[in-house]
């Protein structure tokens, strides 16, 4: 199964702050960034495509002509709990010291660690593997970069620990193949 994973546009967040499933709109870019991705886009057939429910990917799923896209919340970014929409730089303090220890295990406070975020979006993988067994159009999905990296992770291209050595711009397609 071939599998296209749109990251969406430039999110509206200033530089520095830590954001994950907070629902951002995005920037004054967007139609210059998402005319970008539909281009790319153009001429290919899918099975099916899925969104992430947050507005930033919604939006440029409509943007591209899938107005009704199926929403899967495994499909969202990293919960941050406690520490989204904070500046990085404020994020202090033993439990923030615990967690840059063990970024992959330690999940920030009421958040999710990445191996949760990973159990996620593997079960929505495992699930359309599932629905579509033998596929001849590619899944079209618009989600978030950290959905992006992990799903490199699950196509075996590389470890847990190294996924972020792998990270990819706003508005990316990663293909795939699972």
Same mark, same amino acid.
């Given at each position: ?10 999110? +509206? ?9 907070? @629902? +951002? ?9 998402? =005319?970008?991705?539909? %281009?790319? &886009?153009?001429?290919? #057939? ?7 429910? +947050?507005?930033?990917?919604?939006? *440029? ?10 929403? @899967? ?8 709990? $406690? =520490?989204?929409? #904070? ?11 615990? =967690?840059?220890?063990? =970024?992959? %295990? ?5 958040? %999710? ?12 993988? $495992? @699930? *359309? ?10 899944? &079209? ?25 792998? #990270? ?11």
């Amino acid at each position: 199964m071939e599998v296209f994973l749109v990251r969406h546009t430039t999110p +509206l967040v200033p530089q520095g702050i830590c954001y994950g499933q907070t @629902d +951002l709109d995005v920037t004054d870019t967007f139609e210059t960034e998402a =005319w970008i991705v539909k %281009e790319q &886009l153009r001429g290919f #057939t899918f099975s099916e495509v899925y969104s992430s429910p +947050l507005k930033r990917c919604v939006k *440029l799923a409509g943007y591209c002509g899938y107005v009704n896209p199926k929403l @899967d919340r495994r499909l969202m970014e990293k919960n941050f709990g $406690d =520490w989204e929409m #904070t500046a990085w730089d404020d994020i202090k303090g033993r439990e923030a010291e615990m =967690w840059y220890a063990n =970024w992959v %295990e330690q999940a920030p406070p009421k958040g %999710e660690s990445l191996i949760q975020q990973y159990e996620r979006m593997k079960e929505f993988f $495992d @699930d *359309l593997k599932q629905l579509y067994p033998i596929s001849s159009s590619p899944v &079209l999905i618009f989600t978030h970069g950290g959905i992006q990296t992990l799903a490199g992770v699950y196509a075996g291209l590389y470890p847990l620990k190294e996924c972020f050595e792998h #990270t990819f711009p706003y508005g990316s397609i990663v293909k795939l193949s699972l």
